[in-house]
Every structure is written in structure tokens, then in C-alpha cells.
């Protein structure tokens, strides 16, 4: 994930990582509509697109992330949010392939407030924080 490469290249002082993710994430915005990702979820998801582009605030991706899962959002689906995965489909719950960390992702990107007294960000279960 091209924020985990900021990370890295910030924890070892080496800005061309840090180069190399933000080129990544711009040259994935070049690409709108042919993304590879397998839809709406954080795993390989555009959510997961979504939490990196707004970690380091490339709001070009970010916004058509963000348009493409609520374009996702199916009301009809058990979770709201299916899974893909290749030509299966199945609704979980979960945090990765699931609507939970669909979920997470949105109320961050539309900044919702966070509890009083709170340590550490939702996405730290994925070194992203």
C-alpha cells in the first residue's frame, strides 16, 4: 500500500520511497476507471485506495475512491458492501474484504469525529497510523 512506503521512507530517512509512493498514487490518479482493484472493500479494494490517498492528502484519488464505493453501496446486500474477489461475490462483515472496514474508511475520509482520549487511529491494525 503506497502510504505503508511513506512510513518506510520516513522511518528510514529516505525520501525517494517517499517519492516513489506519492508518484504511485499520482500516477494511479491518471488512471481513473481502470484501477486494479477488486471493489468497494480495504483489501486490494477501493477502499484501501481511498486510505491512502487521503493519508497523504491526494484528494484526485481520494475523491474518486470515494465515489466509487458509494457508488458500491447496495442496500439490497446483507452488509451493503460486497465483497469481489475474481468472479465471486459474497457479503462479510469483516475488516479487510468486509463492510466494517469499508465503513472505517468512509467516516474517516468524511471526517467524522473521533472518540475523546483515543490513542491511536482504526487503520493502526495495518501499520498505517
Request: charged letters at 20%.
Amino acid at each position: 500500500m503506497s502510504h505503508a512506503l511513506t512510513l518506510a521512507g520516513q522511518a528510514a530517512k529516505e525520501p525517494e520511497v517517499e517519492d516513489a509512493s506519492r508518484d504511485a498514487l499520482r500516477l494511479l490518479a491518471e488512471r481513473p476507471g481502470r484501477w486494479d482493484v477488486e471493489g468497494p472493500t480495504l483489501c486490494h479494494g477501493y477502499a484501501g485506495v481511498l486510505r491512502a490517498a487521503d493519508a497523504i492528502h491526494n484528494t484526485a484519488v481520494a475523491g474518486h475512491a470515494a465515489t466509487a464505493i458509494t457508488d458500491a453501496y447496495d442496500r439490497t446486500r446483507r452488509f451493503g458492501f460486497a465483497h469481489l474477489a475474481g468472479s465471486t461475490v459474497t457479503d462479510r462483515p469483516g475488516f479487510l474484504t468486509g463492510a466494517a472496514g469499508t465503513a472505517l474508511t468512509l467516516a474517516e475520509h468524511a471526517t467524522f469525529p473521533m472518540p475523546e482520549g483515543l490513542r491511536t487511529t482504526w487503520d493502526a491494525l495495518l501499520l498505517l497510523s
